[in-house]
């Protein structure tokens, strides 16, 4: 009976576990993040705070997008090309 009974709450914890697990990740999952802002931009990345936005200070997606978005070439990004550069399309790792 004793050996029963431990399966039995060894089976119901496992459960607990996979529920939570799986409400978590269902949770995470389901966050929306905004596109940041040309301002929150020069916030986070303008190292030398000359209000413009140079490929040596951006990262990630926008720094493998500079040519892309500087169309006046000439070596930064404006509010103006950040505002009319393309949207990346479907989800973010």
């Known amino acids: 009976m004793s050996t029963i009974?431990?399966?039995i709450g060894l089976l119901m914890v496992f459960f607990c576990l996979a529920f939570v697990s799986f409400a978590n990740a269902?949770?995470?999952g389901g966050e929306?993040?905004?596109?940041?802002t040309y301002a929150k931009l020069l916030e986070d990345m303008d190292a030398n705070e000359?209000?413009?936005?140079?490929?040596?200070?951006?990262?990630g997606?926008?720094?493998d997008e500079f040519t892309k978005i500087d169309t006046n070439e000439?070596?930064?990004?404006?509010?103006?090309?950040?505002?009319?550069?393309?949207?990346p399309s479907g989800k973010r790792k």
């Open 26 to 28: 269902q949770q995470r």
């Open 61 to 63: 997606p926008l720094k």
């Open 32 to 36: 929306q993040k905004e596109p940041p």
């Open 50 to 59: 000359d209000g413009k936005l140079e490929e040596s200070e951006v990262k």
């Open 74 to 87: 000439d070596g930064y990004i404006s509010e103006k090309e950040f505002e009319d550069a393309p949207k």
């Open 5 to 7: 009974n431990s399966k």
